[in-house]
């Protein structure tokens, strides 16, 4: 799974793609998350720690915070 660290340092990138890439990156997170959370698997086994460092990422390309909270999980 790609990283968010390796989107950003990704100097072939243009802030808009990186900020695409990021979001597409959450939603797998949150997707991944959700499945941990609704099947019983260990749901802090990193997708928290991952959810994090992309939403960090997001903050630092100064991109529009996405929405939170249970309706996005």
Do not use: C, F
């Amino acid at each position: 799974m790609l990283e968010a660290n390796d989107i950003l340092s990704d100097e072939g990138l243009s802030r808009v793609q990186k900020i695409a890439k990021l979001e597409e990156l959450l939603s797998e997170a949150r997707g991944l998350q959700r499945a941990a959370t609704e099947s019983g698997m260990d749901p802090d086994d990193g997708v928290t720690r991952n959810l994090r460092d992309i939403e960090l990422a997001l903050g630092h390309l100064n991109a529009e915070k996405p929405e939170t909270g249970a309706a996005t999980l």
